[in-house]
């Protein structure tokens, strides 16, 4: 794909690859944000530490259902609260360092507006 082609389908939301970019991409990201196709250095990261963090949740489940004391809970929730805020970080510095480089180098304006959107979402 040529560099005007591969601008021509960002704009238009069509699906490509970018191959032809440094550090290239090729997960799939399910068509929901955006057309292109792309995957992150940090998926494995991630997905380990959402591993952990599902069965620390589970953790915090046995301990209502076994009537643990409320403060006990509470300490572990902020915990899962604290681990999942660090996953999200994990997720947003990988996506600045793949897509939102490439999407600035394309001029995909509308990839960088989700970005804010996104950011506002998961700031609050």
């Not at 792309?38 to 301990?63: F, P, Y």
């Not at 009537?67 to 809970?73: F, H, L, R």
């Not at 681990?83 to 304006?109: E, M, N, P, T, W």
């Amino acid at each position: 794909m040529t560099p005007e082609e591969h601008a021509e389908a960002h704009k238009l939301g069509l699906p490509h690859t970018h191959d032809e970019h440094a550090g290239g991409h090729g997960a799939h990201d399910g068509g929901r944000a955006h057309g292109h196709v792309h995957s992150h250095t940090q998926t494995k990261a991630v997905l380990n530490r959402m591993s952990r963090l599902i069965g620390h949740l589970e953790k915090v489940k046995r301990m209502v259902e076994a009537g643990d004391d409320c403060s006990d809970v509470l300490i572990q929730l902020s915990a899962v609260d604290a681990a999942l805020r660090g996953v999200g970080r994990i997720i947003l510095k990988d996506h600045i360092s793949h897509c939102i480089v490439d999407a600035a180098q394309d001029g995909d304006d509308a990839a960088i507006e989700r970005l804010n959107k996104a950011i506002d979402q998961f700031l609050k």
